[in-house]
């Protein structure tokens, strides 16, 4: 039974470990000014950004970039350059040809936000035809990490009280 009380302590504190960070909330969103109605292959476009941590509070960050990507894996990349208020940047972004893209904003030290597919139009379909409308970004989903920091921290409760609860479970011998 005593060999039972350094083995639930060290899953009491391994269960902290990892739950900490899941709870922590060390995590960043980037919300965009505005899009324009369409990207024109071969435009600069000045897109103004803000990154918020937690999705709430403007936060400036270490180093961020508008990267995008062609399905083909082509792979460009845009500094950020700080402009206004907290958290807010400015990158000149240019697709260089028109099709199907995806970007992100990479927000170190923060994970990148991505923003989803974008398509950029060639330059005789500006003129008149519509093309398809930027997709908005999604924001990150912390309930999953709420929700495996829960269970961690019922597996390390369960390892740590365990054995007891069992032991007053049990009827007492005559």
Do not use: C
Not at 41 to 50: K, N, R, S
Request: aromatic residues 8%.
């Amino acid at each position: 039974m005593r060999r039972a009380g350094p083995f639930s302590l060290a899953v009491a504190l391994l269960t902290l470990t990892l739950a900490m960070p899941a709870l922590a909330g060390g995590w960043a969103v980037t919300t965009l000014d505005s899009l324009p109605d369409r990207f024109v292959a071969g435009e600069t476009y000045e897109l103004g950004y803000t990154i918020r941590q937690h999705g709430v509070t403007p936060v400036n960050v270490d180093k961020t970039q508008v990267r995008i990507s062609e399905d083909g894996g082509k792979r460009l990349s845009f500094d950020g350059i700080r402009d206004g208020g907290t958290g807010h940047y400015i990158a000149k972004v240019s697709f260089p040809k028109a099709g199907a893209w995806t970007w992100e904003v990479t927000q170190e030290p923060f994970a990148p936000h991505a923003l989803g597919p974008i398509t950029a139009v060639a330059p005789s379909f500006a003129a008149g035809q519509a093309s398809a409308p930027p997709v908005p970004a999604q924001q990150p989903r912390s309930e999953p990490l709420i929700v495996l920091g829960i269970a961690l921290a019922l597996a390390g409760a369960i390892a740590l009280f365990g054995t007891r609860i069992v032991a007053y479970a049990r009827p007492a011998r005559a």
